[in-house]
């Protein structure tokens, strides 16, 4: 009695084994993508050289395309008169002309503080 139920598990355990094998392949076969990607082109060749020239196309279409020109809104109340939206439109330009100003002694700044932090010499400067 002892050995036919040992025997039924030996039995059981191989063919568990060999069904786990077999799924095991079977995934390897599935997971198996750039074989499958091999096998797909040169069977279907004509199909994948056509994809590559539309898709091409539409990338080169879309990346000569203009830019959409961007349009800038200035939001003022409802109640504000003419006059008052002159005035709301001077700050971006006059926020403007002051960078512009401002850039080239910003810039001399900025350089001279990214050299200083930047240099071969010990640094002077005290924490």
Do not use: C, Y
């Amino acid at each position: 009695m002892a050995e036919t139920d040992k025997q039924r598990l030996i039995t059981a355990l191989n063919a568990s084994r060999s069904d786990l094998s077999r799924a095991r392949r079977g995934l390897r076969r599935e997971m198996d993508f750039s074989g499958k990607l091999r096998r797909s082109v040169a069977e279907h060749r004509v199909v994948w050289l056509g994809a590559g020239l539309v898709v091409g196309l539409l990338i080169t279409r879309k990346l000569t395309q203009p830019p959409a020109p961007k349009t800038h809104k200035i939001k003022v109340k409802r109640s504000a008169e003419p006059a008052d939206m002159g005035k709301a439109a001077l700050i971006p330009l006059g926020a403007k002309f002051l960078f512009d100003m401002v850039k080239p002694t910003l810039m001399v700044w900025l350089r001279e503080k990214a050299l200083g932090r930047f240099s071969t010499a010990p640094a002077s400067r005290a924490r």
